[in-house]
């Protein structure tokens, strides 16, 4: 079973930048599809932005051009880099490996826009 660990949420004005991370435990990182997902108090979670095996990026509209989902396989590390914040972006963010049909959740990391 994976492990995923999500670091790097906190408190950030409207405009600013904030980097996840998501640490996996084991050996096939590598082997993974990920993904970035969000979700606000009182919404569903929503898509925020994958990444293939490949390395292919996909974005949600709403952060396309604003955010960049990258992977480093040799640290199992995936990240999400968030620059141009806007309040809209304030949410538990948590990350997802998927692999066999199979789905693999972190607990999260809470970033927080404030105007």
């Known amino acids: 079973q994976v492990q995923l660990a999500e670091s790097g949420g906190g408190l950030v004005q409207a405009g600013g930048s904030l980097r996840l991370s998501c640490v996996a435990s084991?050996?096939?990182?590598?082997?993974?599809?990920m993904d970035w997902y969000r979700q606000a108090p009182g919404k569903e979670r929503e898509f925020v932005a994958r990444?293939?095996?490949?390395?292919?990026?996909y974005y949600a509209p709403s952060v396309k051009g604003r955010f960049t989902i990258s992977r480093d396989d040799a640290k199992n590390t995936l990240y999400l880099q968030m620059d141009s914040l806007r309040p809209e972006d304030t949410a538990v963010y948590l990350c997802?490996?998927?692999?066999?049909?199979?789905?693999?959740w972190g607990q999260g990391t809470q970033v927080t826009v404030v105007s």
């Open positions: 997802d490996a998927e692999y066999n049909n199979m789905n693999y």
């Open positions: 084991g050996s096939m990182f590598s082997r993974y599809a």
């Open positions: 990444i293939t095996v490949g390395g292919r990026p």
